[in-house]
């Protein structure tokens, strides 16, 4: 059935999420969401079962990966709202923080949002930058020092690992004394969390997956406020843990039990 022009749009907004519960792009997002109670539909997508390979997402999204956001008009129906099968996908957008930004732009009346994203063209530039931060520089030396510990790269010397662990540390250090100060919670010196801390927060997790490292202790204490002030991230976290423990023990097992029988196969 084609829309009537005469109908009434209405929009609906569609975020897919990996259920997997190790994906810091879509913690951030989901978090966020959830917390500013945006009015969205979540979509979990089974990260194993590859969903995200079926040829109608593709169509939405080539790249395959999530978040994924999704726009649909529908007709409204005699004030039921459009059913699933009149409604066409206009607008599809992906890249996490790209999908945070929109979301405040898109709802700028939440509360959240104004306090995530502020308007002040200074307050924002500065959680742009160190959004920029988290995804050029922060966030590629912590997959450097953990992928492999996770078995999603070949496994590394015990030196390498150590000097990795250590090029990430020294640049917490820095983020931490460039970014976190003694007055104010949250990064940039600000009281609540913005979007820089959603996206900066869930991916430091992986951090774990090397036994007896700790964060420094400022960084400790901001992943500690952000936990207390958005209450929706604790249990994605208590998950993300789980499973980062998990990897890390199995790969160490499979490299164990290789190196036990000389095997040559590589994880
Ligand atoms: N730069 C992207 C990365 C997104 C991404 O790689 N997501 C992962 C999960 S953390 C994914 O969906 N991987 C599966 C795939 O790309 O097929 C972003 O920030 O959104």
């Given at each position: 059935q084609r829309m009537s022009k005469a109908a009434r749009r209405c929009l609906e907004t569609v975020l897919y999420y990996h259920s997997t519960d190790i994906s810091p792009t879509c913690t951030m997002v989901v978090a966020f969401a959830r917390h500013a109670k945006l009015p969205l539909v979540f979509k979990e997508m089974s990260y194993e079962k590859g969903d995200r390979f079926a040829k109608g997402f593709l169509k939405l999204n080539p790249y395959h990966c999530l978040p994924t956001l999704v726009e649909s008009t529908a007709s409204e129906v005699s004030g039921a709202g459009g059913s699933r099968e009149d409604q066409k996908a206009e607008f599809s957008l992906w890249e996490s923080q790209a999908v945070l930004r929109y979301l405040c732009a898109r709802f700028p009346e939440n509360e959240a949002v104004q306090k995530a994203y502020p308007t002040d063209i200074r307050a924002r530039a500065k959680i742009d930058q160190m959004l920029d931060y988290r995804h050029c520089t922060l966030y590629p030396l912590v997959c450097k020092a953990t992928n492999s510990l996770l078995g999603y790269l070949d496994a590394i010397s015990e030196e390498e690992l150590r000097s990795r662990y250590k090029t990430m540390d020294e640049e917490l250090h820095r983020f931490a004394a460039t970014y976190l100060d003694s007055k104010a919670d949250f990064a940039g010196g600000m009281d609540t969390p913005t979007l820089a801390d959603y996206s900066i927060v869930?991916?430091?997790?992986?951090?774990?997956?090397?036994?007896?490292?700790?964060?420094?202790?400022?960084?400790?204490?901001?992943?500690?406020?952000?936990?207390?002030?958005?209450?929706?991230?604790?249990?994605?976290?208590?998950?993300?843990?789980?499973?980062?423990?998990?990897?890390?023990?199995?790969?160490?097992?499979?490299?164990?039990?290789?190196?036990?029988?000389?095997?040559?196969?590589k994880s």
């Open positions: 869930p991916g430091l997790a992986f951090t774990t997956a090397r036994k007896g490292y700790q964060l420094p202790a400022r960084v400790e204490r901001y992943v500690d406020a952000f936990l207390k002030a958005v209450p929706t991230y604790a249990p994605m976290r208590a998950g993300f843990l789980r499973k980062v423990a998990e990897l890390a023990k199995a790969t160490e097992d499979k490299r164990r039990l290789e190196r036990a029988s000389g095997s040559q196969y």
